[in-house]
């Protein structure tokens, strides 16, 4: 069964630095790592996946991929306020397309 | 183009009473998950459905927890004689497909249980 941990539990930066959250996870094989955003009372909203080893970047988003290492990383650059939320990171595997969530990551910007 | 709903909001109930959720997908998607979500824990998959035909229901937490889809567009979850363990956020997501192409699951925002 897939194993996903996240670090860290919480984070605080300031308004315009760059956040860095970390994922580990227990299966190589799996087909693709999703970083969801979730506010207060919100459900998750996806912000990014990846597949391959490397980096791909959407807007002031990056994510890190190393299957070797089974370690995937999301940096935020330029974080805002409204970036404040839970970052959920998430493994897809098999034919129906299953996620198997971490615990999250609480992230504060503080402006 | 409405998303995911989800009924009610919120639910407050007693040891021993049962609970129904209700979820609305997105039109057109034919997968449709829900997750129970403790309080600062991630999302945990209970069942998954294509159309109206359950996929996996092993994690179901027992034999209390049951789901349908009858028409493979709306679908019910519900919990009889529910226990304080139960106490979660309970999320519906859908998705248009399976495969790669279609891994995006868009999520309601849930319903939020408290069994006192």
């Known amino acids: 069964q897939e194993k996903v941990q996240q670090s860290p539990e919480s984070l605080i930066v300031p308004e315009g630095a760059m956040s860095s959250l970390n994922c580990t996870f227990s299966?190589?094989?799996?087909?693709s790592i999703w970083w969801y955003q979730q506010h207060p009372g919100k459900g998750p909203e996806a912000l990014i996946?990846?597949?391959?080893?490397g980096n791909k970047k959407e807007g002031r988003l990056t994510v890190y991929l190393n299957r070797a290492s089974l370690h995937v990383s999301l940096h935020i650059r330029d974080s805002q306020p409204s970036d404040s939320a839970v970052y959920l990171c998430?493994?897809?595997?098999?034919?129906?397309?299953?996620?198997?969530f971490g615990a999250g990551t609480r992230l504060a910007v503080c402006p | 183009e409405a998303g995911v709903t989800q009924s009610p909001r919120y639910a407050v109930l007693q040891e021993g009473q049962a609970v129904s959720f209700w979820c609305d997908p997105i039109?057109?998607?034919?997968?449709l998950y829900w997750y129970q979500q403790p309080r600062d824990q991630g999302p945990q998959l209970l069942v998954y459905?294509?159309?109206?035909?359950?996929?996996?229901n092993s994690q179901l937490p027992s034999d209390r927890f049951s789901a349908v889809r009858p028409k493979g567009t709306n679908s019910t979850l519900k919990i009889q004689s529910a226990k304080q363990g139960d106490t979660a956020t309970y999320l519906c997501?859908?998705?248009?497909?399976?495969?790669?192409?279609?891994?995006?699951?868009?999520f309601g925002p849930g319903t939020r249980l408290t069994v006192l």
């Open positions: 299966n190589s094989a799996s087909q």
């Open positions: 998430a493994l897809l595997s098999g034919s129906f397309n299953k996620l198997t």
């Open positions: 459905f294509r159309d109206e035909a359950v996929i996996d």
């Open positions: 997501a859908s998705s248009p497909g399976l495969g790669p192409n279609y891994a995006e699951q868009f």
């Open positions: 996946s990846i597949f391959s080893n």
């Open positions: 039109s057109g998607h034919d997968t």
